[in-house]
Structure formats: C-alpha cells, structure tokens
C-alpha cells in the first residue's frame, strides 16, 4: 500500500522533509512507498511553485480538509500552528509528525500528548528531533548505555547561532512569544534538552532532569517589520542558560543563543561520566571524541564506519554524511512505524517532556529559584 503524505510547511524544514522522501526509495529501498500527495499552506502561488519543486501532486490551503484524507500528516508549520491540525489530525487518527518545539506553551504540548494518547499505539504521533538519528549520536548512546563512561556527573550542552546579531534582522514569528512560545530556549534548547535525555535519560544513567535553574535574555527588543516603516517589540529570548540536576545526581549546564556572533549551527554535547568522557559537535557530525579511563586524551572516532547503523544505506565507510543525512534516517524510521503500525520514539511524549523542562526554565527565571519541571 501507498502512504499519501500530507505536508503543511515548505520552507526551510519543510523542504528537509521533502527533500528526505525524495531520497527514500533510493537509499532506503525497504522504507515504504510513500507518495507525496498534497502541500498545505495559506498563500496558493506560494504553495503551487513549492509543490513543483518538491515533488507534490497537488495542494492545499484548508489543512482541515487535508488531515483525514491523507495516511500521514506532517505539521512542520510554525509553533502556533502545530497545535489544532495535530490534534484534529489524531482524532482522525491520522499519524502525525510534528516538528519541535510541540508547542508555543506546555499547555499546548500536553492537549496534543493527550491528543496522541487517544489516537492509540498503531497511529504514530512524532516529535521531530532530528539529531536523535545523527549515527555519532546512536554510538554516543551505545556507550552510555554499555557503561563503558560509567555514571555520568556532568553533563553539558550548548546550541550557538548568531542570525540574530545584527538589530537590523527583521521581526518574525520567531521573535513573538504568542507564535513562537519562547526564542533560542525553545528553537534551540529543545533540541539540546531531548538529545539529554535520549542520552542519558534512563534511569541506570543520570535519569530525567529534576530541577532547574534558569535564566533568559533579550538583547534587541524591537525590530524591523520587513517592507514596513514600523518596528514590532521582540517578545522572546535571544538566549537562555540554565544548571540542571538530573535524578542520579549528575549535573548539567546547557545555553542556547542567537546572538553568538560567528556560529552559525555550534550544537556541541559533552558528557563526563565516573569512567570516560565524550563530546559531540553538530559541525562535525561523522566524529564521535572519546576518552576511555587511563587515556591521556580524546581519540576521535570517524563514525561514518562499521558502527554507523545506517551505513548501509549510504556511501562506503568514511564517505561522510551530512545535516541533511538526520531526516532521512527520521523520516524512514517514522514512516516505517507508520507502515507497521507501531510506535515511534521520539514521540509527543519525548516532546513534552522537553516542554516541560523548557517551561520550568522559563518559571525558574521569572521567580529567581529552582525549580522542578
Ligand atoms: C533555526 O534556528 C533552526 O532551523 C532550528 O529551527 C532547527 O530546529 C535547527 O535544527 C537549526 O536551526
């Protein structure tokens, strides 16, 4: 049977997606056949020259009548339009893929979590955190998990942009609180905070995150409407940081920002656990940095090797991979699930999760304590 594949979104990350199916069937063979059936968007010129480009058959702009037509759903809109279409597409029981953060609010995140509850087990409800499928990443777990780093103590993350910098960017939906919910904490910490958790979230490693202590910045607080004379205020963070205690004792430190003048996309992940310590950065995603107890120093390991569980797949070992490389492991594991019926981690429980975490960051910084998500 063919999937028909409902996308709304076809900018950046919508074409990362399409791009991600495009490749599908000639990489992933086993992946099922999918067809990219209807874009949905609200400008119909837009959505047509967008729909040629990727490779849909037809177009949309009332999502309503899109999510119980298709097989799949794909909400990978801005923040404040991942809500209503997810749910209505789960009450349809249509699977649904959902970009992060899940929701402007955690109140959002848990209607739709609630939403996926209903829908059952056998219609897949994800949350897209793409770096999950980065192979370094699934290597970095593997050693987590078989101990060979012991019990983690510290654990550090850091997610740099700088798009920001210049006062003259103009205003966006991901610079107003109502459409985005937070700035770099949710754009970018979410990422941060659900590869921490998949890394060292079980409860034989550093378990869930038990408290925070957080704090937020913004550092242009109004500017520019694009083509307009007016300026509109800016309403979210420009940069978050916050300690962390997880429920092993391990501690963390993780910051995201907007303003980090010279980093384009720096996500770098440092764990030190009783035996070894690694460190991941998304700049260079084919290395994994390990240091096994007695090394003198880091041994850098070219993952695009024999351990790469999608290897495969791809080019021979050492033919590196790239950003790209994350949605198409994502899209063919969900779309698998979908496929079999079952059920697919990173889910909106994962994504709710990391709300939740975010949302304690955001009440730590308004009251000046800790506190618990
Ligand atoms: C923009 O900040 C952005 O595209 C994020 O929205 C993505 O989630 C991240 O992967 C790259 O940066």
Known sequence: MTLEVGVLGYRFIGTAHANAMARLPMFFPDAPEIER???VGRDEDALTEAADRLGFASISTDWGEVVDDVDVFYNLGPNHVHREPSVAALEAGTPVFC????AP????ANVMTEAAHAAGDDVPAGCAFNYRFVPAIRYAKRLLEDGDLGDPRHVRGRYLQDWLVDPEVPWSWRTDADLAGSGALGDLGAHTVDLLRFLVGSDDLAG???RVSGHLKTFVDERPVEG???TRPVTVDDAYSAQLEFENGAMGTIEASRFATGHKNDHTIEIHGSDGSLRFSLERLNELEVLREGDRGY??????????PYVDHWWPPGHVLGWEHTFVHENYEFLSAVANGQEFEPNFDDGLAAQQVLDAIERSDDR???VSP
């Open 37 to 39: 059936s209807v874009l």
């Open 99 to 102: 970009e992060k953060p899940l």
């Open 105 to 108: 609010t955690l109140e959002g």
């Open 208 to 210: 869930e995150i038990e």
């Open 228 to 230: 307009e004379a007016e």
């Open 299 to 308: 041994e850098t390991i070219l993952v695009t090797d024999e351990d790469d």
């Open 368 to 370: 000046g304590a800790w």
